[in-house]
């Protein structure tokens, strides 16, 4: 004798618990942001924010709670993430009931902002996904696959960190510094990036101290810089007492 098989239809959203013959939307909200403001990041930026408009408006079962967005921010914290900041607080406030971003590194680069975001949101039954790694943050693994994932990112972020620094120290040792050529007066960068003397300009700064230890204050100097007709660090005809005694200082 064959066994019936009754099936049971799901009454419940999977990851949200919400009836499915509920006719209430969710508010979803798209996070987009890139790390620096060079020009092709810009164009990221623009397209994170066209995308995940146009992805939540074409559902019939989701309500747009609009699109938050942080450009040009590339600290790990979230502290200086004004949009970041927003939107959490809109969502606590009950005006979101999802956030949709790209990756977890978008989302944050240190683990515990990351988790204690994910947490904070999830006990007010508010969900995250990350689409890149298809994470659903009310989902029982959502949690686990967050922490693992956020430690890479973290560990990314300080990984690019050292190595920028080491660069940097590898240029200082090289004789290659950037600074604002424009406004030291003196010195130029040579063709292979190492500091050059111009020689014009290395007469006034060698005039200033020559007045200096005769005895002239940084406001007669300033006066006699301009009467002869010199230009300033900056290009411009007179002299202030302050421009003086920061070269005189070294400031």
Same mark, same amino acid.
């Given at each position: ?5 009754? !099936?049971?239809?799901?009454?419940? /959203? ?16 798209? +996070? ?9 990041? $810009? ?7 066209? +995308? +995940? !408009? ?21 600290? %790990?914290? =979230? ?8 939107? *959490?607080?809109?969502? /606590? ?7 949709? !971003? ?7 680069? &240190? =683990?515990?902002? #990351? ?12 969900? *995250?996904?990350?689409? /890149? ?29 050292? @190595?920028? =620094? ?14 604002? +050529? ?15 003397? @111009? ?20 406001? #007669? ?16 005809? $007179?002299?202030?007492?302050? %421009? ?5 200082? &070294?400031?």
């Amino acid at each position: 004798m064959a066994k019936r098989v009754t !099936t049971i239809p799901a009454t419940v /959203k999977k990851y949200t618990a919400e009836p499915l013959a509920g006719t209430k939307k969710r508010r979803v909200a798209g +996070y987009a942001r890139v790390s620096t403001d060079h020009e092709d990041q $810009v164009t990221s930026y623009e397209a994170q924010v066209d +995308y +995940y !408009t146009s992805y939540i408006q074409g559902r019939d079962d989701w309500e747009f709670a609009g699109i938050y967005t942080d450009e040009g921010i590339s600290a %790990t914290s =979230t502290k200086k993430r004004e949009g970041f900041k927003t939107m *959490i607080a809109d969502a /606590k406030a009950g005006k979101i009931d999802l956030i949709i !971003t790209k990756s977890v590194s978008r989302f944050a680069r &240190n =683990t515990v902002d #990351s988790l204690t975001t994910v947490r904070e949101l999830k006990d007010r039954g508010i969900e *995250i996904y990350f689409e /890149k790694e298809n994470i659903w943050t009310l989902d029982s693994k959502g949690e686990l696959l967050i922490t693992i994932m956020s430690s890479l990112a973290q560990e990314e972020s300080r990984s690019i960190s050292e @190595n920028v =620094t080491w660069g940097q120290r590898k240029r200082f040792a090289d004789g290659k510094v950037s600074f604002a +050529y424009s406004r030291v007066l003196g010195l130029d960068k040579g063709p292979d990036g190492r500091i050059v003397v @111009n020689p014009q300009e290395a007469e006034t700064v060698r005039l200033i101290f020559s007045l200096f230890l005769e005895g002239l204050s940084p406001h #007669s100097i300033a006066a006699e810089l301009t009467r002869r007709g010199i230009k300033t660090p900056g290009g411009k005809d $007179v002299w202030n007492q302050q %421009t003086v005694r920061r070269m005189l200082s &070294n400031a």
